[in-house]
């Protein structure tokens, strides 16, 4: 993300500047390009967040690059943690910036409205209107464009060349030149007019005034600067509503008795209690209570999810049902949505490739233009085109050429982009993902955890002929109770489900073959048929077809029996995800052609993908061989995404051109990805796919915008088809069209809600 190929040393501290004074994307080039000088240091500057991201040696000081910075002609300061408080007190001064620019632009629009309506229109330039018009455009020059003015002289002072000195010089020249007409020339003789023109108009000079470009100019530029903060500010609101979703106070139990204190004196160990209705204060596990909670606002999923004791909450989810009590296990930057905010922060922060060329053409652009207009002065004075004329289209070209748009196309987007991907429940990375989603074209996809819940649980009951269905699930879910097996408590489970489970007596676990027990005055077997046979059960050839029919279609079979003979089977699955089959259908819709990997065996496999409808299936991969598999796809010359959740993905989704984890995985395959879904859905994957692909094509067309602009621009302006203040609304305009773009992507909704 920076300009430079500078090594680093291994491991470099890493520091966030909070950077002022920037007003186009030179400024932002020129502090990046000082602070690459430096021995050790590595920058990025971002126009539109305003802040730089560095990374620094040992040898090199926070205060030294600081100092940097304010030597070029900015300030930099160390910003606040990205806390709620911190969010919130970090909207004071961009309120601040924009009621000093409302107030400027409110009070040179009263006064440029009447300087460009007498310069337009003939018939109303009475007796002395030119002297009328030199009173009302001084105060914008001066007083309006001093922001413009001001950033100049700094410039100058540091020997650069910005955005504002291209305004500043237009402006002043057009109002020098009207000052000295109307002093030293004809303009200021009673009586006199001059038509508007559109085009410049080649005469003597002496009598012609400019005051409504210069007027002018400075309005709109000061309009497009507004709308631009203003847009700004709209863009990262996503970030700072997601900053600002922590509870602000909670209640915690220290010696039986409830003690209401802010959220950031919570320690890790803590209990606390969570009413009805209120936000969960930090991530922690329930200890008394059962509730349901609502994490719409983090994950982007509308459906509670039911928690009791041992279940984990996340920080700022609402707890929608009873009370819970809740030992908070993460506080502060550790928690999940200070995470997801840091993550949202750092993708903002960065640069795509196309982005990056854009910030070196805009750190030369300027003195460019500075040329081609005194080129284009030079041209139309050597065609005797008189003084005035050259003049005008030297104006034009420096205030057509400002090189904004630019500056804006990338960072607008990816503020809009990855601040509505966090209210999806969907963390981008960075940039460079952008063009990782755009490539890929296969999709590898982990079976458990991922399209199927990864827990076992009750699919079928067969009860053999004769055997009543509810008593084969009372008896087998009452000796499974006594066991931790994940097999047999997915039976427990589900016989529970269905009613109250008779007492076990005399429970016994055979290693590997399941249990047996006395229920009901019954001895009773459940486990593999191979545990009915040893225990002398007989075994019907209709159980026996039952066992090998689960098993072919990828399930468990447990065999039940009592009393001398198997009387069914209950099948066990891990069942597939009721949303993945339309997931994987969007994927392929998006070009993607999926594959799932798993460890488990070639049967179970192949029931899954025949399920999803998945035809290329690779099963009894070990963990360490996921990897080879994503390589030896990679060498078939596809592009590969990868989708995983668990430990042994965390090499697998690194080594994948696109790496996505569920977000219910853990932190080792979340660090490795590129894009982190939240909530535990497959479809958060095609939601991921696709909004990553709309920001991209955004920033396209922004960038093709921006560069269209002012390379069809420039030719007219210096053709002398373009009036200054016409040029000064299109430059204007320009910026805030690729602002407004960037904030389409706020409409984008989730798959459930759109077409793929």
């Not at 309006?144 to 100049?152: I, K, S, T, V, Y």
């Not at 709209?234 to 039986?256: F, I, P, Q, S, Y």
């Not at 805030?736 to 409409?747: D, Q």
Request: net charge neutral; charged share 20%.
């Amino acid at each position: 993300m920076n300009t430079t190929a500078k090594s680093l040393p291994v491991a470099p501290n890493v520091i966030e500047l909070a950077i002022g004074g920037m007003t186009c994307a030179s400024c932002a080039a020129r502090i990046e390009k000082k602070l690459n000088r430096m021995d050790g240091v590595q920058a990025s500057v971002n126009y539109a967040t305003e802040k730089a991201t560095v990374r620094y040696s040992d040898e090199v000081t926070p205060d030294a690059l600081i100092a940097t910075v304010e030597q070029t002609g900015y300030t930099a300061v160390l910003p606040p943690p990205p806390t709620p408080a911190g969010a919130a007190g970090s909207t004071a001064a961009p309120v601040d910036e924009l009621r000093g620019l409302r107030t400027r632009l409110w009070v040179s629009v009263a006064l440029t409205v009447p300087v460009v309506l007498l310069a337009m229109v003939p018939a109303w330039q009475f007796d002395y209107w030119q002297w009328l018009s030199l009173t009302l455009a001084a105060p914008v020059v001066v007083y309006g464009g001093l922001p413009f003015h001001r950033a100049a002289w700094v410039n100058l002072r540091h020997g650069a060349a910005t955005m504002d000195t291209l305004v500043s010089l237009g402006t002043v020249a057009a109002f020098g030149w009207s000052v000295w007409a109307l002093f030293l020339g004809d303009a200021g003789m009673p009586g006199m007019t001059h038509p508007f023109s559109f085009a410049i108009v080649s005469d003597g000079g002496a009598g012609n005034i400019y005051l409504e470009a210069a007027a002018g100019v400075t309005t709109f530029i000061l309009a497009g600067r507004y709308f631009e903060a203003r847009s700004k500010r709209t863009a990262g609101a996503a970030l700072r509503a997601l900053l600002e979703l922590g509870a602000k106070d909670v209640a915690v139990l220290r010696g039986g008795v409830e003690t209401r204190i802010p959220v950031d004196q919570l320690a890790v160990g803590d209990r606390f209690v969570v009413r009805p209705g209120e936000k969960v204060a930090t991530d922690g596990v329930v200890d008394e209570g059962t509730s349901a909670i609502d994490a719409s606002m983090l994950t982007g999923e509308s459906v509670p999810v039911e928690v009791g004791p041992g279940d984990t909450v996340v920080g700022a989810t609402v707890n929608a049902g009873g009370r819970l009590v809740v030992t908070a296990t993460r506080v502060g930057a550790d928690t999940q949505l200070a995470q997801m905010a840091k993550l949202v922060e750092e993708a903002q922060t960065g640069k795509a490739a196309v982005q990056r060329l854009a910030d070196r053409i805009s750190g030369v652009f300027v003195p460019i233009v500075i040329a081609l207009a005194a080129g284009t002065l030079g041209w139309w004075l050597g065609t005797g085109s008189g003084p005035t004329a050259a003049f005008t289209a030297a104006v034009a070209v420096l205030i057509i050429a400002c090189p904004c748009a630019l500056g804006l196309a990338t960072p607008t987007a990816l503020l809009v982009g990855t601040g509505r991907g966090a209210q999806l429940g969907i963390l981008i990375k960075g940039p460079e993902v952008l063009e990782s989603t755009r490539r890929a074209d296969t999709v590898v996809l982990d079976k458990t955890g991922t399209v199927t819940t990864g827990k076992m649980t009750l699919v079928d009951v067969l009860p053999a002929t004769g055997e009543d269905r509810v008593e084969l699930l009372r008896l087998a879910g009452a000796v499974e109770a006594g066991s931790e097996h994940p097999i047999a408590r997915a039976v427990a489970a589900g016989a529970a489900d269905a009613g109250e489970l008779p007492p076990v007596t005399g429970f016994a676990n055979a290693e590997g073959l399941g249990v047996t027990g006395r229920v009901a005055g019954r001895e009773v077997a459940v486990g593999r048929l191979r545990l009915l046979r040893e225990r002398g059960l007989d075994v019907p050839d209709e159980v026996a077809r039952a066992v090998t029919d689960a098993q072919g279609a990828g399930r468990t079979a447990v065999v039940a029996g009592w009393d001398g003979r198997a009387r069914g089977v209950l099948a066990v699955a891990d069942v597939v995800k009721p949303t993945s089959r339309a997931a994987v259908d969007g994927l392929r819709r998006l070009g993607l052609t999926p594959v799932l990997l798993t460890g488990d065996n070639a049967t179970v496999a192949e029931a899954v993908g025949a399920e999803l409808r998945i035809d290329r299936v690779i099963a009894e991969v070990l963990p360490a061989e996921k990897v080879d598999v994503v390589k030896r796809l990679q060498a078939e010359g596809r592009t590969v995404a990868m989708v995983g959740d668990g430990v042994n993905d965390a090499a697998a989704l690194a080594q994948a051109d696109l790496g996505l984890a569920m977000g219910t995985g853990t932190d080792v395959a979340i660090e490795a990805s590129d894009l982190t879904l939240v909530r535990g859905d497959l479809t958060a994957a095609v939601d991921a796919i696709r909004l990553s692909r709309r920001t991209l094509t955004v920033i396209k067309g922004n960038l093709f915008w921006a560069f269209a602009y002012n390379v069809a621009a420039l030719p007219l302006a210096a053709a002398g088809l373009l009036n200054p203040m016409i040029a000064g609304a299109a430059m204007a305009f320009s910026s805030v069209f690729v602002v407004a773009n960037s904030l389409r992507l706020r409409r984008f909704r989730p798959v459930a809600d759109d077409t793929v």
